[in-house]
Nanobody, 125 residues
Framework: QVQLVESGGGLVQAGGSLRLSCAASGRTYSNYVMGWFRQAPGKEREFVTAISWSGGSGIYADSVKGRFTISRDNAKNTVYLQLNSLKPEDTAVYYC??????????????????WGQGTQVTVSS
């Protein structure tokens, strides 16, 4: 089993920044792809970004490219999401997830096996 705990969410004005963290425990964390997804009220969960097990490569949703950055520190079993230039439409619950089937980075929620409880990000205009 893997446990994931997100933190760092909050209320921020448009144009501001936040840094989310996701701490992992349980099965070997550093071997797996990690991803961030988000879900706004009344909307489906959507992909935000994901990073390879080594941290050497990542993919981003078009809506966040150039504004968000994913990184990981395998020594600390933690993955980070830096959110810059935030917009009201970024308001959502942000979830981290880990993918244990295969080594490829994926944007599909179906491919991820373990999920955190989420952290709320609210961006005011």
């Amino acid at each position: 089993q893997v446990q994931l705990v997100e933190s760092g969410g909050g209320l921020v004005q448009a144009g501001g920044s936040l840094r989310l963290s996701c701490a992992a425990s349980g099965r070997t964390y550093s071997n797996y792809v990690m991803g961030w997804f988000r879900q706004a009220p009344g909307k489906e969960r959507e992909f935000v970004t994901a990073i390879s097990w080594s941290g050497g490569s990542g993919i981003y949703a078009d809506s966040v490219k150039g504004r968000f950055t994913i990184s990981r520190d395998n020594a600390k079993n933690t993955v980070y999401l830096q959110l810059n230039s935030l917009k009201p439409e970024d308001t959502a619950v942000y979830y981290c997830a880990t993918k244990h089937r295969g080594w490829n980075i994926s944007s599909r929620a179906y491919d991820y096996d373990y999920w955190g409880q989420g952290t709320q990000v609210t961006v005011s205009s």
